[in-house]
């Protein structure tokens, strides 16, 4: 049995080897001195669970150890020397659970391990094919899978729990699992037993905290579902937590209950029939073969069994339940003002600093001890003198309810046969109502004829107390029972609250709510047998599934706890509420009736924070007037065992010892001084058993001073807020007595009141799952170190919340409300006093609500205490000492702003009127004042009146100010965020002068001494370092923050005139990033500089006219817009593009209307001043027309070309937007008018008109080109064929039109002025890459939606490449990959300068543009684009060699220089090979497209030869095309295998070849369409070479016939078009190459093949 000794990582606390010290004992009379048993182990035990005759402790480490009597293995083991569960070592178990007769146990996996009794499937574990399994000897794991899932998903447990018959799972999600016997279950089902755990589905959807079985009852501690989550049928929220301190909680639900009193969902009684039914046929089996002789613990006697068959039976007889009306009322402790005996009771005792000490005075807790004690045994009833009178005076009708066996309805399936025949003169327990003792048959029976008597021509309910004979309704009983309001569950799974984790729930540690503090918002879900009225429904019947127990709701229940036959509940108020057997006792209270929970009997002072529930007896753990804790008994106390009993002990009989006697209200056991400090209590059965700390270094204390006085704090808060607060809330004439604004504030402060009071009760919660959970106690985890934040947010709301009220002068209004119903009840509210006040006096409302604040001192000093157990190096140290350090300074901080409320709520008083109530504000206090003329204006009058008021927000300048009058003419208001401070140095002038700077002016203040000067100067930079979030502990003269984020109002300035500004500022000026809103609309949001807009901003106008709004996107710059941007008009039209001083100026794109409207235009240009102005498109979409030429003055002016939508296209002279000059004409036909133009279209004057077959006439035209001409002239009919003619008339084209490289020159400058310079070429180079430096910075920082992959481009171009190097052919590409990643995005100046021409050359050649016509213009601008671009790049890095030029080397030494000079390339540079393949793909579409349409006709001819000649199989091909048979395949290849060519084959030929040259329509630029060309010859090459024997070498006449027959199985679509483009963009470098002679026979296959005869 020995442990292995812990390591020392496990050993993270000073005092672990003084932890988890184990004590059980077995309840005795008066007369027996109780001496609790230590249990010695080798490690800390962390968890103890006991059953009727058994019980489990689990050590530190997860050992587990049994003791008592283990039926299933036939051992008696003794506590003093528990065995150790082998089969479990090496599990890790987390949780042990007890029940009857069987056990349980969760492993840290959240595995399920049962053993012990499973005659009713308990265990969860079946054999298959049979039913045998009546024990299990050994732990076993239960598989717990959800079957729901898909697939089948095992579940994670963190709980257990197990009752006689049946075993509750609580998994991680918080849903409950169920199996064994029974209708405690849970589930919808009538076959048992259960062997397979299944899920309680009534709870689905449901958090479930914690769970509790009784011997066949269960209970569950489930969250609160959110408001919205309740039907209709959900009663009203109660306005108070807690119960009411005059009535028990039975009268709380009067109001709420209705009709509905007569409603009992799923309650059922139990007949004898159904109870043996319920089992299975081997229930019935007497337990002899396990333990001979026994008898069922339920029972204490064999006649006692009887009788409680029979009365069981006459009440399914009768079905109805018997209850008596409440007589005696116990009240809940503080708030209760007398007796039950009526004798005063004195008021609650004060928090007492002084006993809170960590060693506690040994005698002073003796003495509370025996106070304590003494007052319990005065209720003490003994079988020797049966005096039962005192309780017999009040419970006198409630005998039949008493005599009710503590026994449930399968007992009898426990006994003997014999046993239950067998006659017995045993004569144990108490001769009365109370009496344990079995009820004889006759006065059972006449005491239901009686009853039936009495409830004659009443309506027959068993929720509805039968012995109300008329009573008002506040002597009735009308709580409602589990009823189910919230509809199915199923339907709620989706509202359900969110889950936990895994790895975040603890085992036995209730579940946290969102923000890790538990939940107070909870119910009570019972279900099982009631015929004790365990249930807590007002019943005594069963309930098959879980009903929430309504009288418990809204109550906090922090912990539920099920005996045998009784339930326990603990409220975070640390009360007691109890229901079910009463028999002895265990209930600590003699209300009736005891199927509804009553509020337990507890001494004045006492506070429960735990409690545990066994056979017939309650164990509480309490806090006293010290902060070592007390134990509570209640319940049975056995008689001494005489020395002939042991005979009947050693036999294993389970029938409970007799009951010698036993308590009726919770007595104080005097031995738990001796045991240390108790952090749970635990019971089953007839044994108590706790687990204590000695109090090493004084952790101990401090850990639990800090949950005592925690909870008392939460006890006085809910006080406050039941007593004063709520009542003073609801009253109809608070509102007109406060009056606004005090009457919302007064609102304010009670939610802040009760925020506050919510995260006390739910830290004081925490704490006791802190105490109780020994496992996971670790002081780093402590809410207040873990919840800082939270705490102290919520304590500076609530200081706020009453300064704001004392500030405005609530408090004195609210006296007088309070004394008007407070006046008599002085007695109840003595509890609320501190401890300085007079018990005698009125109460002080400022005092008491402010003295929630020192508990913020209090939790300085438990840390502290902490701290000082802790080495400084630690991690806990460092906690524990931040978390003093934030709480102390705090609780300065409060009490400095709780001074400063008072000083101005005197300060307003002494100065009250109308003239000062309008600067009076709840926020705002007073810091000081210049009343006595310490502080003036510099230049006042003489006999000028000045007044400065220093407020924690702005400053006040009174003028023609009697500060005794408070009377003032103008005063003038400067907010302190918008306020600079500076002092004026000393000149001589003997001025203590301090400069005030403000937004829109600017004044000097006149001290009167140099005192004044640095007392008003300290004030001031302290009041505006604290508005703008500072510290406020005082600057330094003059150091207050010139930068700072403000807000403030412009009422002066002409600009900025009733504008809004939120943002930066600098030294009193508009400076930063902010947003001014103007109140007619307008709104900017961007960057200012020096008090005016500069750099990007966005801009909004309303126009009142079109009732849209004008926006800009963009750049500005001292006020104006200025630089690139976006401008979207209210009418519909967008500019894109650059402005200056305002106007736009430079590149642009204008686009007016919409496609589907009737005019809708787009221009892309440049501009000057607002107007078109140089060179730009014109896209007329109305029209069907596009111009592209020169402008002046938005007007066509100068050379320009026009095509329209049916292909007609002009070139010419413009003046004054209209065609005026000579021109060229060319018609979709090919006709050619050269000659003078008036006006659009319209010809007039001498001219040349030329016919497609090339005719011509000569002459004087006039008229209209559509609509016809009129001529006067000579018609010539030419001697040469039109093939020349056409020719010539396309030679002409283009002379006219602006030469390419005067076009876009706007383009090129914007991106010459983005690189900071101020022409084409002139300006710094290290500028330039500053200027992109920062805007790449820039656009990182402004953009945050970036994508990864654009990020990181950013990223890598943020860093300036080596430009001032020479290039060579080492770094050569280094410039070329740079040149790639800035094309990429459009923040680089390069990659903004490729998207603009792209637009632009998309604009001018897309849609209408498209025009054949425009092909040598498209490929000549193209050009001019390279040449201008490499300028830049050129410009940008130096190195670079003039278009055409070869880059040099790099230097390598002399040795390596002559045998490396055969193997160097020459590497040719020029603006195609570098630039076009950034353009060229991003133009290739508009560009291709004027090409195909350039050779459609000769495109045409071309594919009807590819087709025809396509036809023919391959050797026929080859032999046409006059292919030599040594170059004919004989063999092809497919998929590896050998196929020979036959005559009929096809396709089937150089596939690779074909295959390779089929690429050529998938690249773009020249060089990638002459790589593919390569390739195809060296395919071709590689499948020639094994037809021929040795090295040959091509010649043209063997090659251009097989590269013929490549090209025409090929067939390539628009090969002209490719011909073509390759030809025109080739570099010039490579056109007499090897590459160049491979594109020559290209060219020249496709030639062919359009002459080639296809007959």
């Known amino acids: 049995m020995e442990l292995q000794e812990e390591s020392s990582t496990d050993e993270r606390n000073p005092a672990d080897l003084d932890r988890g010290l184990l004590h059980v004992w077995r309840p005795a009379g008066c007369s027996e001195q109780l001496s609790p048993e230590r249990v010695l182990l080798s490690r800390p035990v962390v968890q103890v669970s006991l059953g009727e005759h058994h019980g489990l402790i689990l050590l530190q480490g997860g050992s587990v150890f049994s003791f008592g009597d283990l039926l299933w293995r036939d051992l008696k083991v003794p506590v003093s020397a528990p065995v150790l569960e082998v089969s479990l070592q090496g599990k890790a178990v987390v949780r042990v659970a007890s029940g009857g007769f069987h056990c349980g146990a969760v492993s840290e996996q959240g595995h399920v391990y049962m053993w012990g009794e499973n005659t009713a499937g308990q265990c969860g574990l079946a054999e298959k094919g049979t039913v045998t399994n009546i024990s299990v000897p050994e732990p076993s794991p239960v598989s717990v899978l959800d079957s729901d899932a898909v697939p089948p998903a095992a579940v994670r447990v963190v709980d257990l729990a197990c009752g006689r018959e049946h075993s509750l799972a609580l998994s991680v999600q918080n849903e409950l699992w169920a199996w064994g016997s029974g209708c405690q279950l849970g589930l919808v089902t009538n076959t048992f037993p259960v062997w397979k755990p299944q899920k309680v589905e009534h709870l689905a959807g449901r958090h479930v905290i914690q769970v509790a079985c009784g011997a066949y009852h269960s209970l569950a501690l489930v969250r609160t579902l959110p408001p919205q989550d309740y039907n209709t049928q959900n009663p009203p929220k109660m306005s108070e937590r807690g119960p009411s301190p005059h009535c028990p909680v039975i009268d709380r639900d009067e109001l709420s209950t209705g009709d509905d009193a007569h409603y009992c969902p799923l309650g059922v009684e139990l007949t004898e029939a159904v109870m043996r039914g319920e089992v299975c046929p081997r229930r019935r089996r007497p337990r002899q073969r396990l333990h001979p002789g026994a008898m069922s613990s339920g029972s204490s006697s064999d006649s006692r069994a009887s009788s409680c068959s029979f009365f069981e039976d006459s009440l399914s007889k009768s079905k109805q339940s018997f209850h008596v009306p409440v007589v005696g009322r116990l009240e809940r402790n503080p708030g209760s003002v007398s007796r039950t005996d009526g004798s005063p009771k004195a008021p609650a005792s004060d928090w007492r600093d002084g006993k809170n000490s960590s060693f506690p005075d040994g005698l002073e807790l003796q003495n509370l001890l025996e106070n304590l004690s003494g007052q319990s045994l005065e209720t003490q009833h003994t079988a020797a003198t049966r005096d039962t009178d005192s309780l017999s005076s009040q419970a006198s009708d409630d005998s039949c309810l008493s005599s009710t066996p503590s026994m449930d309805l399968l007992t009898s399936s426990y006994k003997d046969d014999s046993a239950c025949k067998r006659p017995t003169n045993r004569n144990s327990g108490l001769a009365g109502p109370y009496s344990s003792s079995p009820v004889c048959l006759e006065e059972v029976r006449l005491c239901l004829e009686k009853e039936k008597q009495t409830l004659q021509g009443q309506k027959s ?61 909870t119910e009570v879900w019972s279900w099982g047998r009631g015929s004790e009225g365990q249930l807590g429904h007002g019943d005594q019947l069963a309930r098959l599934q879980p009903l929430c127990v309504k009288s418990l709701t809204g109550h906090e229940v922090i912990k539920v706890a099920a005996g045998s036959h009784h339930s326990l509940a603990l409220t975070a108020q640390c009360q007691v509420y109890s229901w079910g ?10 209300n009736s009736p005891v199927t509804v929970p009553q509020q337990a009997k507890l001494s004045e002072g006492l506070g429960v924070w735990d409690l545990s529930a066994g056979q017939s007896h309650s164990l509480l753990l309490a806090d006293g007037d010290c902060v070592q804790p007390v134990l509570l008994y209640c319940g049975q106390q056995l008689e001494p065992l005489s020395s002939q009993s042991e005979h009947s002990r050693s036999s294993c009989q389970r029938s409970p010892i007799s009951a010698g006697s036993y308590t009726v209200r919770p007595a104080l056991l005097p031995f738990c001084v001796e045991m240390g400090y108790i952090s749970s209590v635990c019971s089953g059965g007839q044994i108590c058993a706790v687990l204590a700390d000695h109090n090493v270094m004084g952790f101990i204390s401090a850990i639990h001073e800090l949950g005592s006085r925690e909870r008392q704090f939460y006890c006085w808060l809910s006080d406050v807020r039941k007593l004063l607060l709520t009542p003073l809330r609801n009253r109809e004439s608070m509102c007109p007595a406060l009056r606004e604004p005090c009457s919302h504030l007064f609102f304010s402060l009670c939610e802040s009141f009760a925020h506050l009071t919510t995260l006390v009760g739910r830290h004081a919660a925490s704490l006791n799952y802190f105490l109780q959970d020994a496992r996971a106690r670790d002081v780093t985890s402590l809410p207040l170190l ?33 004394l008007e119903f407070l006046s008599g009840q002085q007695a109840a509210l003595s509890q609320l006093r501190a401890s300085h006040q007079s018990v005698s006096g009125d109460i002080d409302l400022v005092s008491l609500l402010y003295w929630p604040l020192q508990q913020l001192h209090h939790y300085n000093r438990l840390l502290l205490k902490l701290e000082a157990c802790y080495d400084v190096l630690t991690i806990e ?36 009127g109308k003239a000062t109530e309008v600067l009076r504000l709840s926020q705002r206090r007073v810091v000081c004042e210049s009343s006595n003329r310490s502080l003036t204006p510099q230049n006042a009058g003489r006999f000028s009146n000045h007044w400065f008021i220093l407020f924690n927000d702005v400053l006040v300048h009174t003028q023609g100010t009697i500060p005794s009058q408070s009377f003032f003419s103008t005063h003038h208001v400067y907010p302190l965020t918008c306020l600079w401070v500076r002092p004026v140095s000393e000149d001589g002038s003997g001025l203590y002068a301090i400069k005030i700077t403000c937004p829109e002016e600017s004044f000097t203040l006149v001290a009167s001494t140099p005192q004044e000067k640095n007392k008003w100067l300290r004030s001031l930079n302290q009041a505006v370092d604290q508005v703008l979030g500072g510290g406020g502990q005082g600057s330094s003269p003059g150091l207050t923050a010139m930068s700072r984020t403000a807000s403030y109002a412009f009422t002066a300035d002409e600009r900025y005139k009733d504008a809004l500004y939120t943002g930066s500022w600098l030294a009193g000026r508009v400076h930063g990033r902010g947003t001014m809103k103007w109140p007619d609309g307008r709104m900017y949001k961007g960057n200012f500089k020096n008090g005016l807009e500069d750099g990007y901003g966005e801009y909004l106008m309303p126009n009142k006219e079109l009732n849209k709004t004008d926006s800009y996107q963009g750049q500005w710059r001292d006020g104006k817009i200025h630089g690139f941007g976006k401008y979207k008009y209210a009418s519909g039209e967008v500019y894109e593009g650059c402005f200056c001083d305002g106007q736009r100026h430079g590149y642009g794109m204008l686009s007016s209307g919409k496609l589907g409207r ?9 501009w000057v001043h607002d107007k078109k102005t140089g060179y730009g498109v014109y896209d007329d979409i109305t029209r069907g027309e596009k111009y592209m030429g020169q402008w002046l003055d938005d007007q066509r002016h100068g050379s320009g070309a026009v095509v329209t939508q049916y292909g007609v296209y002009y070139e010419g002279i413009f003046k004054e937007n209209k065609m005026n000059g000579p021109g060229l004409l060319v018609s979709e036909d090919d006709t050619v008018f050269h000659g003078e133009f008036s006006d659009d279209w319209t010809v007039n004057g001498k001219g040349v008109l030329t016919l497609v077959n090339g005719d011509s006439l000569d002459g004087v035209f006039s008229g209209e080109w559509s609509s016809g001409l ?24 283009g002379q006219y039109v602006v030469p390419a490289a005067q076009r876009w020159i706007c383009v090129f400058d914007e991106c010459w002025s983005r690189l900071g310079c101020d022409a084409a070429g002139r300006g710094e180079r290290t500028t330039a890459w500053e200027n992109i430096a920062v805007t790449i910075t820039t656009a990182r920082r402004q953009s945050p939606d970036l994508s990864k992959s654009h990020s990181k481009v950013l990223e890598s171009l943020e860093f300036i490449p080596q430009y001032h190097e020479p290039v060579t052919t080492a770094n050569y590409d280094n410039v070329r990959r740079y040149l790639t990643k800035a094309c990429e995005t459009p923040h680089h100046p390069l990659g903004w300068l490729v998207e603009t021409l792209v637009t632009a050359y998309r604009m001018t050649y897309v849609g209408v543009g498209s025009n054949r016509r425009l092909l040598r213009q498209a490929v000549q601008e193209l050009l001019a684009y390279l040449t201008h671009f490499y300028s830049i790049v050129r410009f940008l890095f130096p190195g670079l060699p003039e278009d055409g030029n070869v880059i040099p080397a790099p230097a390598a030494s002399n040795s390596r220089r002559n045998s490396d000079r055969t193997e160097q390339c020459v590497v040719v540079v020029s603006c195609s090979s570098l630039l076009l393949p950034l353009l060229l793909p991003r133009l290739y579409p508009p560009l291709f497209t004027l090409y195909c349409l350039e050779e459609e006709q000769e495109e045409a001819d071309y594919w009807d030869r590819i087709l025809r000649l396509n036809k023919q199989p391959d050797q026929s091909l080859l032999s046409f095309l006059g292919v030599q048979e040594k170059f004919w395949p004989h063999w092809m290849s497919i998929l590896g295998e050998k196929k020979q060519i036959v005559s009929s084959s096809k396709d089937a030929c150089f596939i690779s070849a074909v295959e390779t040259l089929q690429q050529i329509s998938t690249t773009f630029t020249p060089s990638d369409k002459l790589v593919v060309i390569q390739k195809t010859f060296e395919e071709l090459t590689l499948e020639v070479k094994p037809l021929l024997n040795g090295d040959f070498l091509w010649c043209m006449d063997d090659l251009f016939p097989l590269f013929l027959y490549v090209v025409l199985r090929a067939r390539i679509r628009n090969l002209g078009a490719e011909v073509c483009l390759i030809e025109d963009l080739m570099d010039p470098n490579i056109q007499h190459g090897e590459m160049g002679m491979m594109f020559t026979t290209l060219k020249a296959c496709y030639i062919q093949i359009q002459q080639e005869s296809t007959t």
């Open 877 to 912: 140290y460092q906690l524990l000492h931040q978390g003093c350090s934030q709480y102390e300074a705090l609780s300065l901080s409060l009490l400095k702003k709780k001074k400063e409320a008072e000083a101005t709520f005197l300060f307003w008083k002494t100065h009250s």
């Open 786 to 818: 873990t919840h800082t934040e939270h705490f102290l947010d919520t304590y500076k709301k609530y200081c706020s919340a009453v300064g704001d009220f004392q500030v405005m002068g609530g408090f004195q209004s609210l006296h007088k409300l309070s």
């Open 461 to 521: 309910s068993s929720l509805t107390n039968i012995h109300q004979k008329g009573n008002s309704a506040a002597s009735r009983r009308c709580s409602l029972p589990g009823t189910p309001t919230h509809g199915s569950p199923q339907r709620r799974r989706l509202c359900a609250c969110r889950r936990l984790s895994a790895g975040r729930a603890q085992a036995g540690v209730p579940e946290e709510a969102g923000d890790g503090l538990p939940s107070l918002e």
């Open 1158 to 1166: 009737a005019s809708s235009s787009i221009f892309i240009g440049h």
């Open 1270 to 1293: 009129k001529v006067v002239g000579t018609y010539t009919k030419p001697a040469f064929d039109g093939c020349e003619s056409k020719e010539r008339n396309i030679l002409q084209l």
């Open 581 to 590: 057997s009463n028999m002895c006792g265990q209930l600590g209270h003699v």
